[in-house]
């Protein structure tokens, strides 16, 4: 089914229109012949351009579609709007279901969404913008700019157990600094038992932000920085990365330094330069129209929801409203190294210092996908891949991203040149990751890659033995030999460890996954790993322990643990396994006197779809490739006694492997 035309007039900009995909048998050759380097201009993210010539497989760019159809089709009342560019040209741009499900209003591509806390990445910009012009200074402290922040006490922890002491404060090591601020490891926390994480303190910390220095949209920025004043750091700056209101904070440090309030600076200084039309803190009148409905509960008045009118509180942290197309504009000028159509918004260098990790290896993490765990650090705004194996973040190691709580997500990747959108709204942000894992795998599932000279077919083989290649084999989580994507938990392959901090004695469970492996071996919250594979992690950090958790599918583990009332250490023994739901599978069967190939795992892979068998055809002895579509070779591995234990995609410098796991 072809996609709708949509136009789309905007001031100072040419029409936008979205065309219908030409679904075009690609070369690789040529799509990676792209111009990707250089600058892109405004006009190159107006109309969707040929997938082909971007380096796409359009067939496989529908399969995005498709997926998002489903969700609607299943009676979700989120729409979304999903866009892709690459080297600066706009590939795909695609309205699903409802702006407004009640009324069955379509979603349009230039929606406006409540984007919740991709506000961090424009707010950063903007204190960079000031950065700049030497107007502030990175490591001052914030004191110097808001001096009702001078002298903040900090909570102090019981030295036996790391958790905070409500009643009790010490003086803070040194004083937060903007850098802090940006960085997440200032010692502010956010408000709210959501956000307080069991490993790094007292949840009444949290509870207490929120009593005195709630939120109201009807406040000014500078009452709210004002009660924070009064109120204790829950850790010493720069010891701890934990997500926090910091952001607001330095929406207020832009006002103070540049004599502007907030949303006038953001105005004047961002959005008209980069024409981002639709952005700000509110939605005028004449455009409420496009405002997406939240499904559910409605925000309640004066929170960060209630965006219809205009308000004096102007959230850096999570009060921005935008669009796609507009959220395009800002993530080109990052990946231009801070420019746009002749507009310069920062240094280059400076670009590549906020997209750089900036967490030093030993620091405590506080929850919220940064760390060891995630394979992601955090620059100066951003979250940034760090490892090249597992991450939350998509695609090579360096790619940024962020997501919002009202189900926005973004991803740059400066070695493909790839930016990804996804904005749809939800009320309940812990359902936001079953989208997030599909907008994170399908682009880069439709993105080619260089054919490798294929062997002449002998029309030969061991066709009479197609049976021994029968068999499930798992190729972990990458959809895409350019996305990396084994376990978000730990490594290349799950262990169903949750959530787990560093201790001085090892790493404490906080919570195992249900009926993971770790779960179904007696693993319980509260236990303490003392030593994997029979070594001691005492005193390694949270990255140093994670190395020795990981490792191969169906590799068996040997944790030594330590249970509360119980005098006697544990040793639980168990086996690793493919990451549930995540992970890429194939089921590989012979149909009349044919190998037949099907995606069965969570997605699928080339030219192997979920859902339909696709026949494979003999090359050379233990090689087949599929006759039609992207050509995708497959060729079986043997053991040392001539055994076939995996199979190999498309051999080559882009090939994907996996493991018979039976």
């Known amino acids: 089914m072809q996609s709708p035309r949509f136009t789309l007039s905007k001031p100072a900009l040419s029409t936008f229109i979205v065309s219908p995909m030409t679904i075009i048998q690609a070369s690789c050759v040529a799509a990676l012949a792209l111009g990707l380097a250089g600058i892109a201009l405004a006009d190159d993210l107006q109309t969707v351009g040929d997938p082909d010539s971007l380096g796409f497989s359009a067939r496989r760019l529908e399969r995005m579609t498709s997926w998002f159809e489903a969700q609607s089709a299943k009676g979700d009342p989120s729409g979304f709007v999903v866009a892709i560019a690459r080297g600066g040209k706009l590939a795909y741009l695609q309205p699903i279901g409802f702006e407004d499900h009640d009324r069955q209003i379509p979603m349009r591509p230039d929606s406006i969404f409540r984007i919740g806390s991709m506000s961090k990445q424009i707010t950063s910009v903007a204190t960079m913008m000031l950065v700049d012009e030497g107007k502030l200074e990175l490591d001052a402290p914030v004191a110097q700019y808001l001096p009702e922040l001078k002298d903040m006490q900090v909570v102090k922890t019981d030295p036996a157990t790391g958790d905070a002491i409500l009643l009790e404060l010490e003086a803070a090591k040194r004083a937060m600094t903007i850098r802090d601020l940006l960085r997440n ?114 925000p309640a008045p004066l929170s960060d929801g209630d965006v219809a009118k205009p308000q004096t509180f102007f959230s850096g942290g999570g009060g921005i409203v935008s669009t796609v197309p507009d959220f395009l504009r800002f993530c080109q000028m990052l990946l231009n190294g801070g420019e746009l159509d002749g507009v310069r918004i920062l240094k280059p260098e400076t670009v590549r210092l906020m997209t750089t990790n900036s967490l030093p290896p030993d620091i405590h993490i506080a929850g919220h996908e940064a760390g060891p765990a995630f394979g ?157 594979g029979g070594e001691s992690i005492k005193g390694l950090t949270l990255e140093a322990a994670f190395r020795r958790i990981s490792g191969s599918v169906n590799a068996t583990i040997k944790l030594k643990i330590i249970r509360q009332k119980q005098s006697d250490p544990l040793v639980v023994t168990f086996a690793r396994e493919a990451v549930p739901s995540h992970s890429v599978q194939l089921q590989i069967r012979v149909a009349d006197g044919k190998l037949v190939v099907e995606a069965t795992g969570g997605w699928s892979i080339l030219d192997f779809d979920k859902g339909r068998p696709t026949q494979v055809a003999v090359l050379s002895r233990d090689e087949f490739h599929v006759e039609s579509g992207d050509h995708t070779r497959i060729a079986f591995i043997r053991d040392a006694a001539g055994k076939v234990n995996g199979a190999v995609l498309n051999p080559g410098p882009w090939e994907q492997r996996g493991a018979l796991a039976q």
């Open 185 to 298: 490891t200032s010692g502010l926390v956010y408000a709210g038992p959501d956000y307080a994480d069991p490993g790094y303190g007292n949840a009444a910390i949290h509870a207490l932000y929120g009593v005195k220095a709630p939120f109201r949209r009807d406040k000014p920025l500078a009452d709210f920085v004002a009660s924070l004043g009064a109120l204790p750091l829950l850790h010493q700056p720069g010891e701890v990365w934990e997500y926090s209101i910091g952001y607001d904070v330095l929406g207020r440090v832009i006002e103070v330094v540049s004599g502007q309030t907030f949303d006038r600076f953001l105005q004047s200084r961002l959005f008209a330069p980069l024409h981002m039309v639709d952005s700000g803190f509110s939605v005028p009148a004449d455009k409420l129209a496009r405002l997406v409905a939240v499904p559910g509960t409605q």
């Open 376 to 532: 992601t650090g955090w620059g100066l705004g951003f979250a940034i891949r760090t490892n090249p194996d597992f991450s939350l973040i998509p695609g090579a190691v360096g790619s940024f991203n962020w997501q919002g709580s009202w189900g926005t997500f973004f991803s740059v990747d400066p070695v493909q040149k790839l930016i990804l959108v996804m904005m749809m709204q939800r009320s309940q942000y812990s359902e936001n990751g079953f989208y997030f894992n599909a907008i994170r795998r399908l682009p880069y599932a439709a993105l080619k890659v260089p054919e490798a000279i294929e062997p002449v077919a002998s029309g030969q083989g061991n066709a009479g033995a197609l049976t021994e290649y029968v068999g499930r084999y798992d190729f972990g989580g990458s959809a895409s030999s350019l996305d990396r994507q084994t376990s978000v938990a730990d490594g290349n392959s799950w262990t169903g460890l949750e959530s787990v901090v560093a201790e001085t004695d090892g790493l404490r469970v906080l919570k195992p996954a249900e009926g993971g492996p770790a779960a179904r071996a007696g693993i319980m919250a509260g236990d303490l790993i003392t030593a994997i």
